[in-house]
């Protein structure tokens, strides 16, 4: 079956750097886009950044832009989240998603639109 496994997550002071990954298995990795959420206690979860099957497109939140990079190693069928500048807003737990569609060559950010998920980790900005 379909297995997402988050890792990368921790405690980090304001302005620092974290690396998310997401390992995946069970699905052929070329075939999907992929997805980061986050969800801080009593709020929605929310889109952060996804990226498509071969990496060619990707989108980050405007809440993360200049600061989060999405990228994919199709070698390691492993996304990744590069979060640097951190601030306390950043705090969540962080998850992986793959799309629910097979072959999309696009981004999308709808959160019904993905379909697999990993269990998340939690990242901490301390201020």
């Known amino acids: 079956q379909v297995q997402l496994v988050e890792s990368g997550g921790g405690l980090v002071q304001a302005g620092g750097s974290l690396r998310l990954s997401c390992a995946a298995s069970g699905l052929t990795f070329t075939m999907y886009g992929f997805g980061w959420f986050r969800q801080a206690p009593g709020k929605e979860r929310e889109f952060v950044a996804g990226?498509?099957?071969?990496?060619?497109?990707?989108l980050i939140t405007d809440s993360g832009k200049g600061r989060f990079t999405i990228s994919r190693d199709n070698a390691k069928n492993t996304v990744y989240l590069q979060m640097s500048a951190l601030r306390p807003e950043d705090t969540a737990i962080y998850y992986c998603?793959?799309?629910?569609?097979?072959?999309?060559?696009?981004?999308?950010?709808?959160?019904?639109?993905?379909?697999?998920w990993g269990q998340g980790t939690q990242v901490t900005v301390s201020s």
């Open positions: 998603a793959a799309d629910r569609s097979v072959g999309r060559d696009f981004v999308v950010a709808f959160r019904s639109s993905y379909g697999y």
């Open positions: 990226i498509s099957r071969y990496g060619g497109n990707n």
